[in-house]
């Protein structure tokens, strides 16, 4: 039941969130982002971009963010003609994360347990799209979005490489 709504309209590009349910009160969140000069049929290859601890999607895609270490790397990937998709990690919220994980490995699970599910089920959605190639769905994650470029694709293989940046 995936839903979207238009957050940027850029020069270049189109921004949407994206919400896409996982299990009863658990989903999966991002921002995709489209290149303008898609052509039907036209397939391209996608980026999803990991922020790190305590991010947030937009961090990888606003230029006056003061998070600088992100470089705006989303939208300089945009601009270059890929297919974005920055995702929403659950490990925000000072340490309340953290609760999740200590409550998760008494059921022989973890963090990542729902982090590769939501993937999953955004792996799903996007090889619908149609200007999406399917074959080349690539990770790059950085910081603690390093961990998820760690762990991630070594259990959801469509990813076709992944990008470990300062885990």
Known sequence: NPRT???????????????????DDVFA??????????????KRPVVVCQHGLEGRPTDTIKIEDKRVVYN??????????????APQNPYIGSTTFRQ????????KAS????????????????????????KRIAFYGLSYGGKTAMRVPAIEKRYCLSICSAD
């Open 72 to 85: 705006h790397f989303s939208r300089r990937l945009v601009e270059l003609g890929y297919i974005v998709y």
């Open 111 to 134: 963090l990542f347990s729902f982090i590769v599910r939501q993937h999953q089920r955004t792996l799903d959605w996007l090889e619908t799209l149609p200007n999406v190639d399917p």
């Open 29 to 42: 969140y991002g921002i995709l982002l489209l290149p303008k000069d898609l052509k039907p049929g036209e």
């Open 100 to 107: 999740i994980q200590r409550k998760a490995q008494p059921l």
């Open 5 to 23: 709504w238009q957050v940027y309209d850029e020069p270049t590009w189109t921004g949407y969130e994206v919400m896409i349910d996982v299990y």
